[in-house]
T-cell receptor, first 115, second 110 residues
Framework: DGGITQSPKYLFRKEGQNVTLSCEQN?????MYWYRQDPGQGLRLIYY???????QKGDIAEGYSVSREKKESFPLTVTSAQKNPTAFYLC??????????????FGPGTRLTVL | GQQLNQSPQSMFIQEGEDVSMNCTSS?????WLWYKQEPGEGPVLLIA?????ELTSNGRLTAQFGITRKDSFLNISASIPSDVGIYFC??????????FGQGTELSVKP
């Protein structure tokens, strides 16, 4: 099956601990994205990567870090510096290049709760 | 960060009714996307629009890319209970980055 997988589905952590969320895609997409969703709100961009070994900050990058060592993988670390980390985190990927192929496809999400 | 203005925020309708929702922005976008999200799941792409004035259908769904490139609407005809969910519009910026509306929560009464 081709698609985007995120693990785990639910994650609980104590305040002050770093935690890493996994995102893997086998769609051969170049670009990958991390969004945060809070109740009753739209999605906000945390980080994105258009190519391996390169990534850029989104609108709310503070307290987060990413890496892109492989095309298929784009893990997100929520650090202790993130003041309000409890949220639903969504990973997306997109094939880049020609017009007509700009759609982003989302994974199933990880719900992070910090106790 | 910038967000699109999406309305209405929520809708409660009877099965069989038509639904309309829209998004507006102060910025121009080259692509408009409409997604549906069910509780605890990731958004699923419904329709993608690439040209100003474009009108695209996907079954009972119809969406249009506004002529000014600053707005888009989504219509759902003859709603059914499985249409329940939150619908998001998104405008695409350079580099593929999306800006999302706040969502329209749709409830359908059988």
């Amino acid at each position: 099956d081709g698609g985007i997988t995120q693990s785990p589905k639910y994650l609980f952590r104590k305040e002050g601990q770093n935690v890493t969320l996994s995102c893997e895609q086998n769609l051969n997409h170049d670009a990958m994205y991390w969004y945060r969703q809070d109740p009753g709100q739209g999605l906000r961009l945390i980080y994105y990567s258009q190519i391996v070994n390169d990534f850029q900050k989104g609108d709310i990058a503070e307290g987060y870090s990413v890496s892109r060592e492989k095309k298929e993988s784009f893990p997100l670390t929520v650090t202790s510096a993130q003041k309000n980390p409890t949220a639903f985190y969504l990973c997306a990927s997109r094939t880049s290049g020609t017009s007509g192929s700009n759609e982003q496809f989302f994974g199933p999400g990880t719900r992070l709760t910090v106790l | 960060g910038q967000q699109l203005n999406q309305s209405p925020q929520s809708m409660f309708i009877q099965e069989g009714e038509d639904v309309s929702m829209n998004c507006t922005s102060s910025s121009i976008f080259n692509t408009w996307l409409w997604y549906k999200q069910e509780p605890g799941e990731g958004p699923v792409l419904l329709i993608a629009l690439y040209k100003a004035g474009e009108l695209t259908s996907n079954g009972r769904l119809t969406a249009q890319f506004g002529i000014t490139r600053k707005d888009s609407f989504l219509n759902i005809s003859a709603s059914i209970p499985s249409d329940v969910g939150i619908y998001f519009c998104a405008g695409q910026r350079q580099g593929g980055k999306l800006i999302f509306g706040q969502g329209t929560e749709l409830s359908v009464k059988p």
